[in-house]
């Protein structure tokens, strides 16, 4: 089983509209959650953190459950410009400053 | 943006040829990473240094080698290239205040014919 697992879609959405991502992970021990996104052909960058109380910057909502380990994203009223792949990373425990990721999951924003 | 630089960006070398893809940091990270990443795959952790003179292999094995004779700087080295090393090499670093933030540069794709 992987450490950090998450849907690969693709999912192909219209301009404005609602959608949601979901991560499972396996490390009760882990302690920090982050999503990245990754544009095509270029590095990861930093999204947002995840914290447990659950937080939103922008259109972007993030939560986490740690009973379930589980971690959402939700992005509301999508732009052409979120089109990427959205990487759920966890990190923590032993393992702490090395981060563990997804496989990723492709999203496409049509006009 | 983040200073974190790769060269080359791009490499074709022939089997057998020995290649070293540069990493370099301006942020004062002590720590740095490797990873390797296939198209539309997940990234995998080759080696990770948490200072210098400090590696560590990571959870993907891998026939390369690294070093960190300079807080700034984390050199990847392959002895022998193969066809099989064709990938995406990223490297990314992490510092204080938040360890758990990673800096990518802009990644190596290496062809080996």
């Known amino acids: 089983r992987k450490e950090v697992e998450q849907d690969p879609g693709p999912f192909n959405v219209p301009e404005g509209a609602t959608v949601a991502f979901n991560c499972t992970y396996s490390?009760?021990?882990?302690?920090?959650f982050f999503w990245y996104r990754q544009d095509c052909r270029k590095e990861p960058k930093l999204l947002m953190s995840v914290y447990s109380s659950g937080n939103e910057d922008g259109r972007f909502t993030a939560q986490l459950n740690r009973a379930s380990q589980y971690i959402s994203l939700l992005i509301r009223d999508s732009k052409l410009s979120d089109s990427a792949t959205y990487l759920c990373?966890?990190?923590?425990?032993?393992?702490?400053?090395?981060?563990?990721f997804g496989q990723g999951t492709i999203l496409t924003v049509h006009p | 943006e983040a200073d974190i630089y790769q060269t080359p960006r791009y490499l074709v070398i022939g089997t057998g040829k020995k290649i070293t893809l540069e990493c370099s940091q301006t942020m004062g990270h002590d720590k740095m990473y490797w990873y390797q990443q296939d198209p539309g795959m997940e990234l995998h952790l080759i080696h990770y240094?948490?200072?210098?003179?400090?590696?560590e292999k990571g959870d993907l094995s891998s026939e390369s080698t690294v070093s960190r004779i300079r807080t700034e700087h984390f050199p990847l080295t392959l002895e022998s290239a193969r066809p099989s090393h064709t990938s995406q090499y990223l490297c990314a670093s992490s510092g204080t205040p938040s360890y758990n933030e990673q800096f990518f540069g802009p990644g190596t794709r290496l062809t080996v014919l």
């Open positions: 990373v966890v990190t923590g425990g032993i393992s702490y400053g090395k981060l563990t």
């Open positions: 490390n009760s021990a882990s302690q920090s």
């Open positions: 240094s948490y200072g210098v003179n400090s590696t």
